[in-house]
Structures are given as structure tokens and as C-alpha cells.
T-cell receptor, first 115, second 112 residues
Framework: GAVVSQHPSWVICKSGTSVKIECRSL??????MFWYRQFPKQSLMLMAT?????????EQGVEKDKFLINHASLTLSTLTVTSAHPEDSSFYIC???????????FGSGTRLTVV | KQEVTQIPAALSVPEGENLVLNCSFT??????LQWFRQDPGKGLTSLLL?????REQTSGRLNASLDKSSGRSTLYIAASQPGDSATYLC???????????FGGGTRLMVKP
């Protein structure tokens, strides 16, 4: 089956620093990947759609300068949280559509804590 | 704009019960519907994918049905076990676009 690998699974960083999260499709190519944010006991909130070789599409209210997305290859998308602040602490999850009847596959998520 | 609702938001049952989780959506022009399971602090695991032309899908003790015209899907869990405790999310993919729209989830607790 389709597998999406997300790293790191958790990260603690100091306020003002930047953090990069990687999302890789291991056994399929993904021209489009999606980044979600999830607060405790809430459903997933789509942040942006990552397109290989072009700019990401951000949802309304998501700061593109704070959440930098790069999709440089068909198997890798990265989300960089720049100048992180405690309010950026959250659970971030990526996903990709693998086709072949598998629907959407999700990464294991990254727990970001900004102190 | 597609809206997805899941009822109930939370459910606690004794082990062995058969369960029905409900999902409704406002726009019937969907490409497919997918049920996911999420354990605390983890990503999403796909359980069942139903294409718009299908009525149901089964995997082990899980059965998902789809009634596109009425905008409803149900996830049936037979003979529930404590290991089934998790949050269950349904998500629809519209014909137009490639983004999933998620419901709020049902938090299930199966007590031994």
C-alpha cells in the first residue's frame, strides 16, 4: 500500500527559531501534497496545498510567510515554521493522494512544541 | 461549500457491542468518501474508501455504506473491542477539486 513518511515525529524548539518538517511519499509519486494542522480534540484543518514545481496554495487565514512550503520533487514536500512562537505549537500532518484506489494517505504527524 | 458532520461526537460502549457511526455531507457531488482512524497523537490510518459509484465496502469487522443521494455514510463496527478505541473521521472528496473535507470526528471508547 501507499506510504507517507513524516519527520520528525516530535520537536521542541525555542521561540523565534525555525523548524522544518519533511513529508515523503515512499512508494509513489505525489504531484500534490497537503498540510494540515490539528488542535487537541479537533478535526484536521487544511493549511495549504503543496504543488510540485510551483508555489503552494494557502487556505484563508494561513500566513504564507510563516509557514513556508517547498515541494521540490515528486516525493518530498517540506513545511518550515519560521520564527516560531508558542501559539504555533500544534500537531501538523501531511497527506498525499496515491491513486490506484488507495485514496489519501497520511503521514504519522509531527508534534511541535514551542517554548 | 461542502460541509461534513459526524454524529455522535463521542461514544462510550462496553466491549462486544455493535456500533454505528454516522457521517453526513451537504453536497452530493462527491468523487469518493473515506473513513479514517486516528489514535491519540498519531496520524490517520485509512480504513475504508468508497467510490461514488459504490454502495458499501467491507474490511474485517468494519462495514461502510454510502447513500450519495441522501448525503449519508455509516461506519458499522461489529463486536467492538477495546482496541477499537480511537477517533474515527470521515472525509469526502468532491468531484471538483482534490481536497478532502473532514467531519469533526467521533471519539470512541470501548470499555473492557
Amino acid at each position: 500500500g501507499a506510504v507517507v513518511s513524516q519527520h520528525p515525529s516530535w520537536v521542541i524548539c525555542k521561540s523565534g527559531t525555525s523548524v522544518k518538517i519533511e513529508c515523503r511519499s515512499l512508494d509513489f509519486q505525489a504531484t500534490t501534497m497537503f498540510w494540515y494542522r490539528q488542535f487537541p480534540k479537533q478535526s484536521l484543518m487544511l493549511m495549504a496545498t503543496s504543488n510540485e514545481g510551483s508555489k503552494a496554495t494557502y487556505e484563508q487565514g494561513v500566513e504564507k510567510d510563516k509557514f513556508l512550503i517547498n515541494h521540490a520533487s515528486l516525493t518530498l514536500s517540506t513545511l518550515t515554521v519560521t520564527s516560531a512562537h508558542p501559539e504555533d505549537s500544534s500537531f501538523y500532518i501531511c497527506s498525499a493522494r496515491s491513486g490506484g484506489g488507495y485514496g489519501y494517505t497520511f503521514g504519522s504527524g509531527t508534534r511541535l512544541t514551542v517554548v | 461549500k461542502q460541509e461534513v458532520t459526524q454524529i455522535p461526537a463521542a461514544l462510550s460502549v462496553p466491549e462486544g457491542e455493535n456500533l454505528v457511526l454516522n457521517c453526513s455531507f451537504t453536497d452530493s457531488a462527491i468523487y469518493n468518501l473515506q473513513w479514517f482512524r486516528q489514535d491519540p497523537g498519531k496520524g490517520l490510518t485509512s480504513l475504508l474508501l468508497i467510490q461514488s459509484s459504490q454502495r458499501e465496502q467491507t474490511s474485517g469487522r468494519l462495514n461502510a455504506s454510502l447513500d450519495k443521494s441522501s448525503g449519508r455514510s455509516t461506519l458499522y463496527i461489529a463486536a467492538s473491542q477495546p482496541g477499537d478505541s480511537a477517533t474515527y473521521l470521515c472525509a469526502v472528496l468532491n468531484n471538483a477539486g482534490n481536497m478532502l473535507t473532514f467531519g469533526g470526528g467521533t471519539r470512541l471508547m470501548v470499555k473492557p
